[in-house]
């Protein structure tokens, strides 16, 4: 089993930027794809950035494109999600995933992922 734990979400102006982490123990991930999803108030859960096993490739959503940066640290069994340029749209809880995919086209999906994390509340302020 694996378990993520993720960290890092606050209260920020629009304009700022942050930094989310992401925990797994249990078992190593280092060959899972990692991924980032969040769901705001009343909406769907929505693909933010995925991070092929390796790290050689990453992928974003529409709306945090140029905006947000995924990486990860397997040494420590870890995911980052540096995000710059805050907006108030970008509030929402999110979520990290991880699961073992091969294809791309399988990253955007929440339900592609077999484990989750609790969550991490970012609230953008105008």
């Known amino acids: 089993q694996v378990q993520l734990v993720e960290s890092g979400g606050r209260l920020v102006q629009a304009g700022d930027s942050l930094r989310l982490s992401c925990a797994a123990s249990g078992r190593t991930v280092s060959s899972f794809t990692r991924a980032w999803f969040r769901q705001a108030p009343g909406k769907a859960r929505e693909f933010v950035a995925a991070i092929t096993r390796g790290g050689d490739k990453t992928f974003y959503g529409d709306t945090v494109k140029g905006r947000a940066t995924m990486s990860r640290d397997d040494a420590n069994n870890a995911v980052y999600l540096q995000m710059n340029r805050l907006e108030p749209e970008d509030t929402a809880v999110y979520y990290c995933?991880?699961?073992?995919?091969?294809?791309?086209?399988?990253?955007?999906?929440?339900?592609?992922?077999?484990?989750w994390g609790q969550g991490t509340q970012v609230t953008v302020s105008s």
């Open positions: 995933a991880a699961a073992p995919l091969w294809y791309p086209s399988r990253y955007y999906s929440d339900s592609e992922y077999n484990f």
